[in-house]
């Protein structure tokens, strides 16, 4: 009889691996629950930083179980380390992923302004960490003409993009918007870090 117990595992794919995940306001936050939950499965080690809007979609607990680490809300949270959060929390990050990603981030991203915590941590991500982003909104919204230059204007940054996805959307039409699934974010997410840190943005 053979002892399972010899067999040897499978390393975890994002073991050793710090991922900070930010969530803008939006109902795709539910789906970044899952995504956290992904990559901690998958071995990293995840904090999760929310704006204001993000927490009226979901509770900052949720991710504090989900990661068994504190979740930023604030720039005026005190880190254990008294440095500025904004630094420390992308100097120690291998990938940033904002997801969702709302039309207001990518504005926010591609004119460099740095107003709240998720603004400020892609500001300061910028030469830190490779950043993923994972859009997610109105059809009309991703289609207008200044969401489309952000999005041409952050790939010239390196910035990573997946999705969005086509399908049903929260205001009950139908098209480009949805944010990428889980297990596709995480899919990507395990591509850029399995590179490196530098890399042409998808």
Not at 52 to 76: C, D, K, M, N
Not at 116 to 136: F, K
Request: hydrophobic letters at 45%.
């Amino acid at each position: 009889m053979n002892d399972s117990s010899n067999t040897p595992t499978a390393p975890l794919p994002l073991a050793g691996k710090n991922v900070l995940l930010c969530l803008t306001g939006g109902i795709a936050c539910y789906k970044a629950a899952m995504l956290a939950s992904r990559l901690v499965q998958a071995g990293a080690a995840v904090r999760v930083a929310m704006t204001e809007a993000a927490e009226r979609f979901i509770t900052p607990l949720t991710f504090q179980a989900l990661t068994g680490r504190q979740v930023y809300t604030s720039l005026w949270q005190a880190s254990e380390d008294f440095d500025s959060q904004h630094l420390s929390l992308t100097a120690s990050a291998d990938l940033m992923i904002i997801a969702p990603a709302t039309a207001d981030i990518l504005a926010k991203m591609a004119s460099g302004i740095a107003d709240d915590l998720v603004s400020t941590l892609a500001l300061s991500a910028h030469g830190a960490c490779p950043i993923l982003i994972a859009p997610a909104m109105n059809t009309r919204m991703w289609l207008a003409p200044p969401t489309q230059d952000n999005i041409a204007r952050l790939k010239t940054w390196s910035v990573h993009i997946t999705g969005p996805a086509e399908g049903r959307l929260a205001c009950n039409t139908t098209g480009p918007g949805r944010m990428s699934e889980p297990e596709e974010i995480l899919a990507a997410a395990t591509q850029i870090l399995q590179a490196g840190k530098t890399g042409e943005a998808t």
